[in-house]
């Protein structure tokens, strides 16, 4: 077992709109060890994105954090100031996003973009940026590395791009790397491509990745332990096998039902998740889950059910797992 | 580049030939002439002025001589300044209005670009109120108010009431002038800047950890800056050819002046060349404004 590398406690993040207060992100709590691959699934909304923005200290206005600590290789980041944070964003830790088409600047060349943040964090020379940045993009699979150094943005393409801000993520050899949804803007060939680059990088630097997507196929294939969010709060967290063949929430059962498999006939319906998602400006008292839930019992509604271990790394909060006597039901109810 | 200029230049010359029609037509259109005053001449002394300055011939006739006389760069004498070609009135109001002008847009540059960016930054806080409200003042309140107000305010206490005699005389007259672009670029530039912050390259350049001097001056300010670039050609050549009311205002020997004083004279060549140096100093303004354009923002092709 590796050591605590990322513990993520109590962590809720709120967006103070003038409708009220929306809790994007709610009493979650997390860890993860180095060199591990974490994904994150839920569906829009359910505050994915807004978990990674509180690691790297990214939240915007107005959203604030609200109460929780996370605990970075030792150092709470909550408590670091904002130039601290700026030492570990894009060197610890860095990040890479949902749409290559507009994440990097349309009026920088690539090597400007990608020197700009090695010689921000490290003591190399212009020269030597240059150099590093050139061998970066060979790395991430771009060729003529050297002539697209002084290319803009708009005459790449989308997956070029990508790997360009794969390559902006892994300057600094981060111990960590935060890709939210890096596949969903490409098409499904590129994607393939940038999810095998990632993991062929993961291994090779030994770094850590989470992995945020709604992409259950994605996260099958790359990650180790997986996280199920919905509305704001994890309700099943576990390895992948727990989460996909000892599936212990209501939830995810619903969303892998909705997968289209090779065994799905040619006139088989996909079975949907019934109802709609839950209005975070108004949550429910109990399961937020509970309103949708097909198995919903009377306590669901009235409170929220406390987190079960199935396993000693399997987890998830639902009450029919839940025994009275303080035991834990098996997992085939 | 070099295709783009000349094609631009061609355009050029055509736009200024219909302007300088269209404004011969309207000039004729317009009653009176410029020996019309209360001490009318007698006739036949207004008839041997008329045949003097070719103004007995008909229009048409008057104007294609005017245009010869323009191709070899021969605007014509002024009737009412005698003694004075058009030329010499123009290039000795020129550099003066221009000084003023050139000031006060370098000014509204430097003030109006941060005041800008404060407001987007600090949106819906103090620093934005009051800069909003102030551009608001800038945009609404008319240069001879500003002017007089100043005029009547720090003229009179520091005796710096007319002239350009010292350093101290230019404060007033580039304050005057620089109040309505300053404004408007603060403007301009909120209301781009608070575009380009909600990019997605923005949350790229603060996850890279990059200060928030790099991400303001670096990733924001050079993306929002392209309306202020639209903005600034046309400005500068309406504010470098001078303000008629400033000018005015602060007894000033500049050619903005020379703009209203003709058309109230019917002094038809002087109307004609100030209309043409200015038409020709905004078309020179814009394909500057072009390459400008190019170089802040490599997408944009000519061709």
């Given at each position: 077992m590796s050591k605590t590398f990322l513990e993520i406690k109590n962590e809720s993040v709120s967006f103070f709109t003038p409708a009220g207060e929306v809790k994007a992100v709610n009493d979650i709590t997390l860890t993860m060890g180095e060199g591990e691959v974490l994904g994150i699934v839920g569906e829009s909304g359910s505050g994915k994105s807004v978990t990674a923005y509180s690691l790297i200290g990214l939240i915007a206005n107005p959203g604030r954090i609200v109460s929780g600590s996370i605990s970075f290789m030792g150092n709470d980041i909550h408590l670091a100031?904002?130039?601290?944070?700026?030492?570990?964003?894009g060197n610890e830790i860095s990040m890479i996003f949902q749409d290559p088409m507009t994440s990097l600047n349309p009026l920088y060349t690539i090597g400007n973009q990608i020197c700009e943040v090695i010689t921000l964090h490290t003591n190399k020379t212009k020269k030597e940026a240059k150099e590093r940045a050139i061998s970066l993009l060979s790395e991430v699979?771009?060729?003529?590395?050297?002539?697209?150094?002084?290319?803009?943005?708009?005459?790449?393409?989308?997956?070029?791009?990508?790997?360009?801000?794969?390559?902006?993520?892994?300057?600094?050899?981060?111990?960590?790397?935060?890709a939210d949804e890096p596949t969903t803007a490409l098409d499904v060939t590129i994607q393939a491509q940038i999810l095998e680059l990632m993991s062929d990088l993961q291994k090779a630097r030994g770094m850590s990745i989470i992995l945020i997507t709604h992409d259950l196929g994605v996260v099958a294939t790359m990650c180790e332990k997986i996280a199920v969010m919905y509305a704001g709060g994890i309700v099943e967290f576990g390895t992948a096998d727990d989460v996909f063949y000892r599936t212990a929430h209501e939830y995810t059962k619903g969303l892998l039902s909705s997968v289209p498999s090779l065994h799905t006939t040619e006139?088989?319906?996909?079975?949907?998740?019934?109802?709609?998602?839950?209005?975070?400006?108004?949550?429910?008292?109990?399961?937020?889950?509970?309103?949708?839930?097909?198995?919903c019992m009377k306590i669901c509604l009235k409170e929220m059910p406390p987190i079960t271990f199935i396993s000693d790394n399997h987890y998830s909060s639902c009450w029919l797992l839940h025994h009275p006597n303080g035991q834990n039901m098996s997992t085939d109810i | 580049m070099i295709k783009y200029i000349l094609k631009r230049l061609l355009a050029a010359f055509i736009t200024l030939f219909l302007i300088s029609a269209i404004t011969f037509a309207l000039m004729k259109l317009v009653p009176g002439g410029p020996f019309l005053s209360e001490k009318a001449p007698s006739a036949s002394v207004t008839a041997a002025l008329e045949a003097k300055y070719g103004l007995d011939k008909p229009p048409l006739e008057q104007y294609i001589t005017y245009m010869k006389g323009v191709l070899k760069g021969d605007f014509g004498p002024s009737?009412?300044?005698?003694?004075?070609?058009?030329?010499?009135?123009?290039?000795?109001?020129?550099?003066?209005?221009?000084?003023?002008?050139?000031?006060?847009?370098?000014?509204?540059?430097?003030?109006?670009?941060?005041?800008?960016?404060?407001?987007?930054?600090?949106?819906?806080?103090?620093?934005?109120?009051?800069?909003?409200?102030?551009?608001?003042?800038?945009?609404?309140?008319?240069?001879?108010i500003t002017a007089s107000l100043l005029l009547v305010s720090f003229g009179i206490t520091y005796k710096l009431t007319f002239g350009l005699s010292s350093a101290a005389h230019y404060i007033m007259p580039v304050i005057s002038l620089a109040f309505l672009p300053t404004a408007y670029i603060a403007r301009l530039i909120r209301g781009s800047m608070l575009d380009v912050m909600g990019q997605d390259y923005m949350r790229t350049a603060r996850a890279k950890g990059l200060s928030a001097t790099v991400v303001l001056f670096k990733h924001a300010l050079r993306n929002s800056i392209l309306?202020?670039?639209?903005?600034?050609?046309?400005?500068?050549?309406?504010?470098?050819?001078?303000?008629?009311?400033?000018?005015?205002?602060?007894?000033?020997?500049?050619?903005?002046?020379?703009?209203?004083?003709?058309?109230?004279?019917?002094?038809?060549?002087?109307?004609?060349?100030?209309?043409?140096?200015?038409?020709t100093l905004i078309i020179m303004m814009n394909v500057l404004v072009d390459i400008i354009y190019k170089i802040v923002d490599p997408r944009i092709k000519f061709e």
């Open positions: 100031s904002e130039k601290e944070m700026r030492k570990l964003r699979g771009i060729n003529e590395p050297e002539r697209r150094m002084k290319q803009y943005p708009h005459e790449l393409s989308g997956g070029m791009r990508q790997r360009v801000m794969i390559a902006i993520a892994l300057a600094c050899e981060p111990k960590l790397l935060i006139h088989g319906r996909l079975k949907p998740i019934p109802g709609v998602p839950v209005d975070v400006l108004n949550l429910p008292a109990g399961c937020r889950f509970a309103p949708r839930c097909e198995s | 009737i009412k300044k005698r003694g004075r070609t058009v030329s010499d009135i123009i290039w000795a109001g020129f550099p003066v209005s221009a000084k003023i002008g050139g000031i006060a847009i370098c000014l509204a540059v430097v003030v109006g670009i941060p005041l800008g960016s404060i407001a987007a930054f600090r949106r819906g806080k103090w620093q934005d109120s009051i800069i909003l409200v102030a551009s608001t003042f800038g945009i609404s309140i008319p240069s001879f309306p202020v670039i639209t903005y600034l050609g046309p400005a500068l050549a309406y504010t470098l050819t001078g303000s008629f009311v400033v000018e005015r205002i602060f007894t000033i020997p500049g050619l903005g002046n020379e703009f209203v004083s003709s058309i109230i004279n019917r002094d038809y060549p002087m109307i004609m060349g100030t209309t043409l140096f200015l038409s």
